[in-house]
């Protein structure tokens, strides 16, 4: 084996930079990096909405490392709309660590019309992702026909066996109260993580769960669902918190769900609800969809456009020759 000795480099023939990263401020570019963040504004974002998603986007562009301005702006754009997505379509809270979720990021990106954008704003999002300590996912999108695909059958019978299998009154509470919540009332995950016991009521041979926040609702629990909230109310708790009990640190909540999830032992909450979604789309109105969905209009519905149903012509005509008379 050739010995090999180290020696001092030397100096190189062309003056070098340090590399910028937005943390530091004593490097080169940090100065002109902040000036192009800080002066960023989406054109088509309305002012009311930029404010809501502004520190969320600055805040995150701010920790990945400075290549170049074309990558920078890259960067901003696809974080601006991954937060949009975030509170319009999928109803997630503006958390780093659940949006730059690699799940997450497929998921938003799916909802592009462009698959060329997508696509960039997938590999950029992935990477700010990396630089914040998740682990490296494949850059490459998965064919999939909507932002949020509901389980499948087969899916969710998986699923309902794995939670059954759970010993510990932690894991058995936290799991079945997110397929009652969000399957079973469509809950998003940020109404779950906010939902307390007091919240759920028993009605007959069922529940009613009044929920709070952005979108105050009064839901019930779909019957074959029911059996999942039952299972999750057994686990006595010392709080008044519907999963995350004794946990009352909302990003503690945030990270001990995730981490869990990541794992594959706890459900998915964004897949729940479209499952649920898929489900009441066949017997509510659009109207009614909209309220108890928890959206803010009808244009949130498109992902779900595929599960809409209408009654037929023979039902359908007289219904609307009398609409006048019809009591809503």
Same mark, same amino acid.
């Given at each position: ?102 799940? $997450? ?59 059954? $299998? ?21 809950? $998003? ?95 509510? $109105? ?43």
């Amino acid at each position: 084996m050739t010995e090999q000795h180290s020696s001092p480099p030397s100096a190189p023939s062309v003056p070098l930079l340090a590399v910028a990263h937005y943390g530091q401020k004593t490097v080169h570019h940090a100065a002109e990096v902040e000036e192009l963040i800080m002066a960023y504004r989406p054109t088509q974002t309305p002012s009311t909405e930029w404010a809501a998603i502004r520190p969320f986007v600055l805040d995150v562009a701010r920790t990945v490392p400075f290549i170049n301005r074309t990558q920078t702006m890259l960067l901003l754009r696809a974080l601006t709309r991954l937060a949009k997505w975030a509170k319009s379509t999928a109803l997630l809270p503006l958390e780093a660590d659940i949006l730059l979720d690699a799940d $997450t990021i497929a998921e938003a990106c799916h909802s592009y019309d462009s698959r060329n954008i997508a696509r960039d704003h997938q590999w950029v999002l992935l990477r700010a992702a990396e630089e914040r300590g998740q682990d490296f996912s494949p850059r490459s999108l998965k064919d999939r026909n909507r932002s949020a695909l509901p389980l499948t059958e087969m899916e969710l019978a998986a699923t309902a066996t794995r939670i059954a $299998t759970f010993t510990q009154d932690r894991d058995i509470r936290m799991a079945n109260m997110a397929m009652g919540l969000s399957g079973g009332a469509g809950l $998003t995950f940020t109404e779950l993580l906010a939902a307390k016991t007091s919240d759920i009521v028993p009605d007959g041979d069922g529940y009613i769960v009044t929920v709070h926040g952005e979108a105050p609702r009064t839901v019930a629990v779909l019957r074959s669902w029911t059996i999942y909230v039952d299972r999750a109310l057994q686990v006595t708790t010392a709080d008044d918190w519907a999963i995350c009990t004794g946990v009352n640190h909302k990003t503690s909540r945030l990270k001990h769900y995730l981490n869990r999830r990541r794992n594959r032992l706890y459900p998915d909450c964004l897949r729940l609800r479209s499952t649920w979604m898929q489900q009441v789309c066949g017997v509510l $109105t659009v109207g009614e969809l909209v309220y108890a969905g928890g959206y803010r209009s009808a244009g949130s519905l498109g992902a779900f456009d595929s599960y809409l149903l209408r009654r037929t012509d023979d039902v359908l005509l007289p219904i609307l020759r009398n609409a006048p008379e019809v009591t809503r």
